[in-house]
């Protein structure tokens, strides 16, 4: 199924959750170590699946990826997955949707901490329910990025030097988001609206949802962003 699709539904399905009423957890708290070591791999692909809570990604591993998950009942323990496939890393870390369904989100602790690899390109998948996130990319070699938001706030930093392009597809919720973009570095911004509220600081509008920073013109390396923005409200700015 398509990922835009399942965002979409997860949104829907994350906002009944939200308002409605729900199974307490009462597990005391834990907490998993998340670490996947390095190898031969000379790229890696790696999907993000939180179903709702806290998401923080830096950068800083020493390892492809490390950090901790901390969270109410174990059955929220995470699932890591990694692959080596043609010297390019798949890993996967996520939860079974299935255990946030008919649970207040209001009694659920689930707060990723994450820290990625600076040292090899990155393709970044990052699906999130009913979470704040918050992903300071900045120093990553990202090459692609895409985020399908549902419900809750926001920020995806990118700002920095990058000594290569970037395709990034942005599918934003319910909520409050913001998208930090270097100065220095070619930006153009193909822009969907929902039924929100979008701000372009600094950007230069060329018509048709299309939008540019100054340095796009003469650059040799662009961040290339694809967005659909939801309900809310979104921030394009430049650091």
Partial sequence: MNKKIVGSM???SFLVIATG???????????????????????LKLELNIGAGEL???DGAAEWTEGTIEYT?????????YKLKDNTGNALIEQDDGIFKNINLGDVKNNWDLKLTNDIPLELTVNAGASESNLDLKG?????LEVNAGVGDMTIDLSGSHDESINASLHMGVGESTIILPKDVGV??????????????????KG?????????????????LDTELGVGKATFKME
Avoid: M, R, W
């Fill in 73 to 81: 009942n174990n059955k929220l323990k995470p699932d890591i997955t």
């Fill in 56 to 58: 923080h990604v830096t």
């Fill in 208 to 224: 048709n949802g299309i939008y540019v920073n100054e340095a796009y013109e003469d650059a040799e390396v662009v961040i290339n």
């Fill in 188 to 205: 153009k911004i193909e822009a969907s609206n929902g039924i929100g509220k979008a701000d372009f600081d600094g950007f230069i509008s």
């Fill in 10 to 12: 997860i949104a829907a």
């Fill in 140 to 144: 990553l070699q990202i090459q692609d």
């Fill in 21 to 43: 009423c729900g199974t307490f957890f009462d597990g005391k708290d834990e907490s998993s170590t998340i670490l996947i070591e390095k190898d031969k791999a000379d790229e």
